[in-house]
């Protein structure tokens, strides 16, 4: 009997533990799930990035947003940052350096910060605090007016 009652202890004990450390998982943090690659169509179709042709730089095939654990939200086209596949393509086109300054300067850096479920970016200076939910691999922005969704890319 004293066996049987060892081991009921110990698988009780061992069901506890697991129970307990399943409960310390919870839900993942924002802050940590943001960071990665993910789809943003309406987003980047806003940046206007199919009328670069006009300045003698291809559109990008593919592109993206890239948040980073550095805060920065970075548009990626191709693989590359935004602003050095534009420089790359501008330049192989043979602007020279104060055209492809001019056109870069035209094009904003985003920097993000989570504070307590919320995604505030900032782009030129202004920053715009947005709800955050997730949904899997989705996650939706609103300001309460506009809302962007993006899906994590795989």
Same mark, same amino acid.
């Given at each position: 009997m004293t066996k049987?009652? +060892?081991l009921?202890?110990?698988l009780f004990l061992?069901?506890?533990s697991a129970l307990v450390l399943s409960g310390c998982a919870g839900k993942p943090k924002l802050e940590d799930t943001i960071i990665g690659n993910w789809e943003a169509k309406a987003f980047t179709d806003n940046l206007g990035l199919d009328s670069l042709e006009g300045s003698g730089v291809p559109a990008p095939k593919e592109t993206w947003v890239?948040?980073? +654990?550095a805060g920065e939200m970075q548009i990626m086209a191709d693989g590359k940052p935004l602003l050095d596949f534009m420089k790359e393509?501008?330049?192989k086109n043979g602007a020279d350096e104060e055209t492809v300054k001019?056109?870069?300067g035209l094009f904003p850096t985003f920097n993000y910060k989570v504070e307590n479920g919320k995604v505030i970016l900032t782009a030129f200076g202004d920053s715009q605090?947005?709800?955050a939910k997730l949904d899997g691999d989705k996650m939706t922005l609103s300001d309460g007016k506009n809302s962007m969704e993006?899906?994590?890319r795989k």
């Open positions: 049987n009652r +060892k009921a202890t110990l061992l069901l506890i890239q948040f980073t +654990k393509a501008l330049e001019g056109l870069l605090s947005m709800d993006f899906t994590k």
